[in-house]
């Protein structure tokens, strides 16, 4: 067995060998799919190592991958789910009914529809504010609030938080912070190094990165938070399976220099749709127009793939992402392809029309997922639709 990388390591070491050793039978230094749903308990009521008697508790491939995101996150734990929905559905499943709860406004679709749909139903309040403000945060706090949700960069409108300040705001009041980490990665963000409690993704995004999984994953500092989410798993059955935690490992070993390109394409494609005079506005936080500009350069080490623009009508929407050829015209994001959806119509078609409004969601807002393929096609692509 070979040694774990030091916590020291840098990144790209640890995203390599991070919770990952060679197979103790054979060596294979890939590790192994276990596609068991049972094992075999040596003696009645003693499954091996303490775990293993059924695969909705336990399953040594999605160990591994639990702790491969543990220690990219900075945090001890690390919790699988079978989607990004389902790990925040366990965040939210610890509370009570008559909890209050302080979320970002401009979240995903599918997360405010499992806020307003299914937990508003269940006697959970949710109170929406823009958590870039971080006064607005403090405000909407109750004596009843116990969880803080954010995101940061938000979907789609790349607004940024301050993650340090928000945690400072949501521990005095006796809440727990939890970010959704899936716009900016591991990579970019590290939500638990700035106070955060919980740093959650979508893993079908960028940290697979590969458009080929359905994936949710969930990092903690505290030991017991961590219990009580494994907990909701296994009487929920929220699992994903062990071919879908094989190739999000496989994904994550890449993870870092997929990154670097996706930061690069991103800033790139921003400057040139910034630039062009049939675009009306550009949202991305790695150009030093973006209100938050200087916060995402100190929380964040870069600013991701996804630029969001508004090119004033939905005519124009349509017409930019149904004739693009490079740019496929599909929801998701995070992927190593390039990717373009009309959030109104699309990621976001089951937010009511007057909070899409007020969320900034206009009918001509295009988000773009910008891929690794070579920049000058991308921007070829762009130039040669809209002209």
Same mark, same amino acid.
């Given at each position: 067995?070979?040694?774990?990388?030091?916590?020291?390591?840098?990144? @790209?070491?640890?995203?390599?060998?991070?919770?990952?050793?060679?197979?103790?039978?054979?060596?294979?230094? /890939?590790?192994?799919?276990?596609?068991?749903?049972? +094992?075999?308990?040596?003696?009645?009521?003693?499954?091996? @190592? @303490?775990?293993?008697?059924?695969?909705?508790?336990?399953?040594?491939?999605?160990?591994?991958?639990?702790?491969?995101?543990?220690?990219?996150?900075?945090?001890?734990?690390?919790?699988? %789910?079978?989607?990004?929905?389902?790990?925040?559905?366990?965040?939210?499943?610890?509370?009570?009914?008559?909890?209050? $709860?302080?979320?970002?406004?401009?979240?995903?679709?599918?997360?405010?529809?499992?806020?307003?749909?299914?937990?508003?139903? =269940?006697?959970?309040? %949710?109170?929406?504010?823009?958590?870039?403000?971080?006064?607005?945060?403090?405000?909407?706090?109750?004596?009843?609030?116990?969880?803080?949700? $954010?995101?940061?960069?938000?979907?789609? /409108?790349?607004?940024?938080?301050?993650?340090?300040?928000?945690?400072?705001?949501?521990?005095?009041?006796?809440?727990?912070?939890?970010?959704?980490?899936?716009?900016?990665?591991? +990579?970019?963000?590290?939500?638990?190094? =700035?106070?955060?409690?919980?740093?959650?993704?979508?893993?079908?995004?960028?940290?697979?990165?590969?458009?080929?999984?359905?994936?949710?994953?969930?990092?903690?500092?505290?030991?017991?938070?961590?219990?009580? =989410?494994?907990?909701?798993?296994?009487?929920?059955?929220?699992?994903?399976?062990? /071919?879908?935690?094989?190739?999000?490992?496989?994904?994550?070993?890449?993870?870092?220099?997929?990154?670097?390109?996706?930061?690069?394409?991103?800033?790139?494609?921003?400057?040139?749709?910034?630039?062009?005079?049939? $675009?009306?506005?550009?949202?991305?936080?790695?150009?030093?127009?973006?209100?938050?500009?200087?916060?995402?350069?100190?929380?964040?080490? @870069?600013?991701?793939?996804?630029?969001?623009?508004?090119?004033?009508? =939905?005519?124009?929407?349509?017409?930019?992402?149904?004739?693009?050829?490079?740019?496929?015209?599909?929801?998701?994001?995070?992927?190593?392809?390039?990717?373009?959806?009309?959030?109104?119509? /699309?990621?976001?078609?089951?937010?009511?029309?007057?909070?899409?409004?007020?969320?900034?969601?206009?009918?001509?807002?295009?988000?773009?997922?910008?891929?690794?393929?070579?920049?000058?096609?991308?921007?070829?692509?762009?130039?040669?639709?809209?002209?």
């Amino acid at each position: 067995m070979t040694e774990q990388p030091s916590p020291r390591s840098r990144f @790209g070491t640890r995203a390599v060998h991070a919770g990952v050793t060679p197979e103790p039978v054979t060596g294979a230094i /890939m590790t192994p799919i276990f596609q068991t749903s049972t +094992y075999v308990q040596p003696a009645v009521g003693e499954p091996r @190592g @303490g775990t293993y008697d059924y695969g909705r508790t336990a399953n040594p491939t999605r160990e591994a991958l639990e702790a491969n995101i543990a220690e990219l996150e900075s945090g001890t734990r690390a919790v699988a %789910f079978a989607s990004g929905l389902a790990a925040i559905e366990a965040i939210v499943k610890r509370l009570s009914a008559g909890d209050h $709860v302080v979320s970002e406004q401009n979240t995903y679709g599918g997360t405010a529809r499992l806020f307003d749909k299914v937990f508003a139903r =269940l006697g959970i309040d %949710f109170t929406y504010v823009d958590s870039g403000d971080t006064e607005a945060v403090r405000a909407a706090l109750r004596p009843n609030t116990r969880l803080v949700h $954010v995101e940061t960069p938000t979907n789609p /409108m790349m607004r940024i938080c301050d993650i340090r300040a928000v945690a400072a705001v949501a521990h005095d009041a006796g809440a727990l912070l939890s970010v959704d980490n899936t716009f900016a990665s591991p +990579y970019n963000q590290r939500p638990l190094e =700035l106070g955060a409690d919980l740093s959650v993704h979508s893993a079908t995004k960028y940290i697979n990165g590969h458009s080929d999984v359905i994936h949710g994953i969930v990092a903690v500092r505290d030991e017991a938070l961590a219990e009580e =989410l494994l907990f909701l798993r296994m009487s929920t059955g929220a699992v994903p399976g062990p /071919m879908d935690c094989w190739l999000t490992l496989r994904g994550v070993k890449t993870l870092h220099v997929r990154m670097r390109q996706h930061n690069a394409n991103g800033l790139a494609v921003a400057r040139y749709l910034e630039a062009h005079p049939r $675009v009306d506005r550009v949202y991305y936080p790695g150009l030093p127009g973006h209100p938050q500009h200087e916060l995402a350069a100190r929380q964040m080490d @870069g600013f991701t793939g996804m630029v969001s623009v508004d090119v004033g009508t =939905l005519e124009r929407a349509r017409s930019l992402t149904e004739h693009c050829r490079v740019f496929a015209l599909a929801e998701s994001l995070g992927g190593v392809e390039s990717l373009i959806s009309v959030p109104a119509l /699309m990621t976001h078609a089951s937010v009511p029309e007057e909070r899409r409004a007020a969320m900034g969601i206009t009918p001509g807002l295009v988000r773009l997922s910008v891929g690794i393929e070579d920049e000058a096609d991308l921007l070829e692509d762009l130039e040669r639709v809209l002209g």
